[in-house]
């Protein structure tokens, strides 16, 4: 298993691939501009680690702008292939186990019906981070364990466990602290929202607001869909947020089995834009992936191939197409750890839900940086 930024990407000498992007050229121009806000809030020679080598954020800062300037020019994919086959260096992703094979899921922004005040409707809450959550960060104790960290409270004079999901959301331990964000009609809903990490909410004036991910409980991410899969509740061929979702509605009585199983929970916080990465720039639809941000550097200029879904005039998929494009590593994901998994972001709507739910596709995904002037 890859555990190291520096083994985590392979210089690639030959064979290249042809470079072609299925989107439009303003979603790349404005998820490159967003990236160069996080670049510029750096030092200089603040180090990125592209698998063997490292560059500085100045350099990887000059090197989005030249991609960028070539992209816009509209040069045909051939030539446009060539030129970066010249002046770029190109890093492939490993996979799992040396595969070269990564697997792609997607996530997007959920809008559900809520309200500021609890009522017969409106009466599963969402929290903001609670005062006695504290993050201990592990190296400060012991250097081999510097970059890992836990979610604790206080009781008594011991540090012990955060409270879990069914302490929350079943016992009520929180209730009455003041702590509600918004109330939603359904267990479900929040665990979605969870999972996506952040989303609208629309209240019953038609205001809409923003929550984003602020902390989470620090219990370790239990796949529902998993457990569903191992209980005979749903097949592996089957699994998608849509049917979780058809499933769990037909079966109440066993909701908060299904739910429970998920340990971990996630605080929120009002956010007054869109969807936030953890480099604390906007996401882009279509052209934000999240990656372990432990392994690869952020940021970055990604070029992956995968599959995606064909939408039908109801709504369901009518068949998959294999596409390529560029991508920003802008976000990473409590799941989506090692060098053979990837998120890519695809908004809200229709088709996004559509897309984030049922992505579970095999590609692969390479990053590009401008070689260095000499």
Not at 246 to 256: A, G
Request: aromatic share 12%; charged share 25%.
């Amino acid at each position: 298993e890859v555990k190291e930024p520096a083994n985590a990407l392979t210089k690639v000498k030959y064979f290249w691939p042809k470079f072609q992007d299925d989107m439009d050229m303003d979603s790349l121009s404005l998820a490159i501009n967003n990236d160069l806000k996080y670049f510029n809030r750096l030092k200089d020679d603040t180090l990125f680690t592209y698998g063997p080598d490292e560059f500085t954020a100045e350099h990887v800062r000059k090197s989005l702008k030249t991609f960028l300037s070539i992209f816009k020019q509209g040069t045909d994919s051939k030539k446009f292939s060539q030129y970066l086959r010249k002046n770029f260096y190109l890093y492939k992703v490993p996979g799992f186990w040396g595969s070269k094979k990564v697997l792609f899921t997607g996530y997007f922004e959920p809008i559900f019906d809520g309200s500021l005040e609890r009522d017969s409707i409106h009466r599963y809450p969402i929290y903001r981070r609670p005062d006695n959550l504290f993050t201990i960060h592990l190296g400060l104790f012991r250097p081999e364990l510097s970059g890992q960290r836990i979610m604790a409270r206080i009781q008594g004079n011991r540090l012990v466990p955060y409270y879990t999901r069914k302490d929350i959301m079943e016992n009520n331990i929180l209730e009455k602290k003041n702590l509600e964000i918004a109330w939603l009609k359904d267990p479900l809903d929040i665990a979605i929202l969870q999972i996506q990490g952040s989303g609208m909410i629309k209240l019953p004036s038609g205001q809409i607001i923003r929550v984003g991910y602020s902390a989470s409980n620090g219990h370790p991410y239990k796949s529902i869909g998993r457990y569903m899969i191992d209980n005979g509740y749903i097949t592996s061929d089957n699994l998608s947020l849509q049917a979780i979702r058809s499933f769990i509605k037909q079966n109440p009585d066993i909701k908060d089995e299904i739910l429970n199983y998920n340990p971990s929970y996630v605080f929120f916080r009002l956010l007054d834009r869109g969807p936030v990465g953890n480099i604390g720039v906007p996401l882009t639809p279509g052209r934000s992936i999240a990656v372990d941000d432990r392994l690869f550097p952020k940021g970055a200029l990604v070029y992956i191939r995968c599959q995606k879904p064909i939408m039908g005039k109801d709504g369901n998929i009518i068949g998959w197409v294999p596409f390529s494009r560029f991508l920003l590593n802008q976000d990473t994901g409590g799941v989506i750890k090692g060098p053979g998994r990837a998120d890519i972001f695809w908004g809200s709507g229709q088709y996004a839900e559509l897309a984030a739910g049922n992505l579970k596709h095999k590609g692969e995904m390479y990053f590009l940086v401008k070689k260095p002037d000499n």
